[in-house]
């Protein structure tokens, strides 16, 4: 398991149309349920944990503005194929740290 095996997952949701779909349909289906985006990495080659992928994906999102087409997606609009900054922050929502009360 490593950050850079999450590093690359990323790069290959930035890079594969095919495997992008496959990683928003997995967040929709099993939102907030880390075990669904790791079993989908794991199969196609790419090991990390979950705090692995969470301490990657802030280096990807870090201070970045959402753009036009993040926004209108937040407020309502269509967006039929997410440009990857969008399925970032899905993933960094749902690898997010849980603090137990």
Same mark, same amino acid.
């Given at each position: %398991? +490593?950050?850079? +095996? ?20 997995? %967040? ?25 992928? +969470? ?10 503005? %959402? +753009? ?8 309502g609009g ?24």
């Amino acid at each position: %398991m +490593s950050a850079g +095996s999450a590093k690359d997952f990323l790069n290959k949701i930035a890079n594969d149309d095919q495997f992008r779909r496959a990683v928003v349909t997995a %967040m929709q289906q099993k939102p907030n349920e880390t075990a669904a985006i790791t079993a989908l990495a794991a199969g196609a080659g790419y090991t990390f944990t979950a705090n692995e992928i +969470s301490e990657v994906l802030k280096g990807f999102t870090k201070g970045e503005e %959402m +753009s036009e087409v993040e926004l209108q997606t937040v407020a309502g609009g269509f967006n039929p194929q997410p440009e990857p900054p969008i399925v970032y922050r899905g993933l960094q929502n749902i690898f997010r740290p849980r603090f137990i009360a």
